[in-house]
């Protein structure tokens, strides 16, 4: 988030996440019937050598090729024409101080998304984890092969989809209003939570597991559509969170407290991703695999978030003026 913050140009971030989170849900089913194919084969450490260096691969391309933007260029305009006027030597060399850590980093945008990440991860990272567990169950004996195909036939169109219909128009409306945001931001939780849910009240009418290791078969089920459709939903509505949350954070910290603010958030929304699986585990075991319960109650705890973006709308314009003002102060300044 630090590396796009210099990088980019305001009114094109929602556009680059929409892409950068297009390509990697696009992976997850590629990656799932990929490892399947090589485990179930007893390839395993094949399987390990080669995503260690792809890895690798890709670490060395990004070395080479990816450069470190000039420090503070896309933070404003008036900061913008310092650094890029004729002969300027200026360079943005502020560093966080404690007085701008209380000054901008404390402030009620920041401490929501910090605190949020926790619940939303929470109800994020058990999405595919309930999905996958409900499909591979009796009756459904739905095989792992087959859901990464489900995954490739609704989920990924749903992200591209997404990404079309809503990355230029998240920054078309943050830049008349960074509350629009926000408001995309909740709607895209309570929807996320609903889908969630309802995936839990289709009756399947239950499978083989030769029925269910054929996606073919499958598909001729109509309610595998209706999951399909359901799938579709989530995926899509996904990426408008994805899209709006960085953009929301670069707006409200300052150019040096990108990367401390994007890796305390990353820490908090993996705490929350990490235990998500956990809690829901549990539930079903209290609930006695009942899912529906447990999806609803998992929803019923990612509400603190939708509480706390709430709270922030009230706020973030007064966060933003906050960071235009610290920033229209330094640009006078040379």
Known sequence: MSYTNDSLEKDNRSKFFGRYYSISLFAI??????STILIQNGFWRQYFWIIGG???????????MIKEPERGIQSSERIKEVLISTN????????LTKETLKSTI???????????????WVLFGTVQFLMILFLEQEPNNISPVSIAWFMI???IPGVIFGNIAFSKKSDKWGKKNIKNRLNLIIFALLL????????????????TPIEGNNILILLQSPWIWVLGALLFTRM????IYNINQPPVLQAVNLPEAQGKISSWNQFLETIGQGIGPTIASLLLIATMNNFVSTALILFLIAIPGVILWNYARRKINADTENISRILSTRAEEH
Request: net charge positive; hydrophobic share 60%.
């Open 54 to 64: 792809l890895i690798i691969w890709s670490a060395i391309i990004i070395a080479g």
């Open 88 to 95: 300027s030597t200026i360079k943005y060399d502020y560093r």
């Open 29 to 34: 089913p590629i990656g799932m019937i990929f």
């Open 153 to 155: 036939v609704f989920a």
């Open 236 to 239: 899509m509505v996904g990426i």
């Open 192 to 207: 996320i939570g609903i889908v969630q849910i309802v995936f839990f009240f289709i009756p399947l009418p239950g499978f």
């Open 106 to 120: 404390f402030k009620p945008t920041n401490i929501v998304a910090l605190i949020e990440g926790i619940f939303t």
